[in-house]
């Protein structure tokens, strides 16, 4: 009985640490991550502003990312890929470095106006800060807890949405399962980055927009039915993002050739484009919740120009530009399913991110805290119908959990998935 109290005490006084940890974590990558937010938004503005000249110089860009990764970055692990392995013990950890990488890349592309988001590289940045922490603490697991909390505390900080960015990281990292050993450290370092960057004046892109609807079975199946177009959005997505790389380094070997040439290929579409698809897209999110101009087209052109900046090379995130492409999805696909516009904007805002990252509770929160509470029971269906619509599939390189391999999971969507029209008829 002793030993038995004494390992819960000693379980109890480990989770107090990590809570501290986290909290100190927290506090110093929402400082650095408030910093970058802030020159993006600052970068991004004044890059658009002077788009027709600016946007020549991606090429310029693409050839600088390229020599740093090359010359400073040839044996430190690098990108989402790298994170995962680090959460997880495996391969040689995530440098500091790395931050410098995300910082230099990622505010050279918005400068140049380059069709990237910012999560992956302020998760990057979070996850080296947290990993860096984690190697000073005497603590079992200490790396690879801290290394999560810093991934959730990067995320939150830029989006202002910590308990999304908690279940992000917790859920991202290993298909089939939570993180739940992180789960202390990633709550305090997720509230702690969310006060220093609110602090430091980084704003949520979006403001809360309360919709109601009253269920009934005709709106299930229509909100299903849209769920299930976003999943295929995501999937597809996910298929260009992969495909497009593997076009590109086939066609372009060399990393200098391929940055340079696909940034003067991709500098002409913008331009031709007129901007419409630079940046982060939160033109296009406000144009669709607000009741803005939208084309039909607009959500996968974003798709595409992002998949294939990040393919060649580039630095930054998808996740921005896929609220951007959701939203735009919603406003194009709710015509269809009889859903208000703005409404359903919002649903493909978070749904779209959901399918693409092949997470579930994260895209459900991140619909809440965006929304409001009245959003809860909408975005419950048309995220499952995502998750489970985007058969398996994600933008990131994610290691299944043990228990659950990636056949049987493939298994199991599948399965539920023919299950759904039997159980409608009953």
């Known amino acids: ?197 609110n602090a430091l004046g980084v704003m949520r892109i979006l403001e809360h927009t309360q919709f109601e609807f009253t269920m009934s079975v005709s709106l299930f199946l229509r909100l299903f039915g849209f769920g299930a177009l976003c999943g295929l959005a995501g999937l597809f997505f996910c298929f260009a993002r992969r495909y497009i ?22 500098a002409c579409l913008l331009y031709i484009s007129g901007g419409r698809y630079s940046g982060l897209g939160t033109n296009l999110i406000h144009a669709a919740v607000s009741g803005g101009k939208v084309y039909v087209w607009d959500w996968v052109v974003k798709l595409l120009f992002t998949a294939t900046f990040l393919s060649v090379g580039f630095v930054g995130g998808e996740v921005t530009t896929l609220f951007a492409a959701g939203a735009c999805l919603g406003v194009a696909a709710g015509q269809l399913f009889g859903i208000p516009p703005e409404a359903a904007a919002c649903l493909g805002y978070a749904a779209l991110f959901g399918a693409a990252t092949n997470t579930l509770l994260a895209p459900l929160f991140l619909g809440t805290e965006m929304f409001g509470g009245s959003a809860l029971p909408v975005m419950a269906v048309v995220c499952l119908a995502a998750y489970l619509f985007n058969f398996g599939q994600s933008v990131y390189k994610q290691s299944i959990s043990e228990s659950l391999g990636g056949k049987r999971l493939f298994s199991e969507k599948k399965q539920i998935f023919l299950r759904l029209p039997r159980s409608l008829h009953r």
Not at 246 to 264: E, I
Request: hydrophobic fraction near 55%; charge should be positive; glycine fraction near 12%.
């Open 245 to 266: 790389a593997k076009f590109f380094s086939f066609c372009c070997p060399d990393s200098y050739v391929r940055a340079a040439v696909c940034g003067m290929l991709l």
């Open 1 to 197: 009985m002793r030993v038995f109290y004494t390992k819960r005490l000693a379980a109890f006084g480990e989770q107090i640490a990590y809570a501290v940890l986290g909290a100190v974590a927290g506090t110093a990558i929402g400082l650095v991550c408030g910093v970058f937010g802030k020159g993006i938004d600052a970068l991004s503005a004044f890059g658009l502003s002077r788009f027709s000249l600016y946007v020549w110089f991606l090429p310029l860009v693409g050839l600088f990312t390229a020599a740093m990764l090359r010359l400073f970055g040839k044996n430190a692990p690098t990108g989402m890929g790298a994170v995962f392995k680090a959460s997880r013990g495996e391969g040689e950890g995530f440098p500091l470095r790395n931050v410098a990488f995300q910082f230099a890349g990622t505010w050279s592309a918005h400068l140049f106006c380059a069709s990237v988001g910012r999560e992956g590289a302020g998760v990057q940045i979070g996850a080296a800060i947290g990993g860096c922490f984690g190697r000073a603490v005497p603590l079992r697991d200490a790396p690879q807890v801290l290394l999560v909390a810093g991934m959730a505390a990067g995320f939150s900080a830029l989006f202002g949405t910590p308990v999304c960015a908690l279940f992000f990281a917790l859920e991202v990292t290993v298909v089939g399962k939570l993180r739940l050993r992180a789960f202390t450290a990633s709550l305090f370092a997720s509230y702690a980055a969310l006060f220093v960057a």
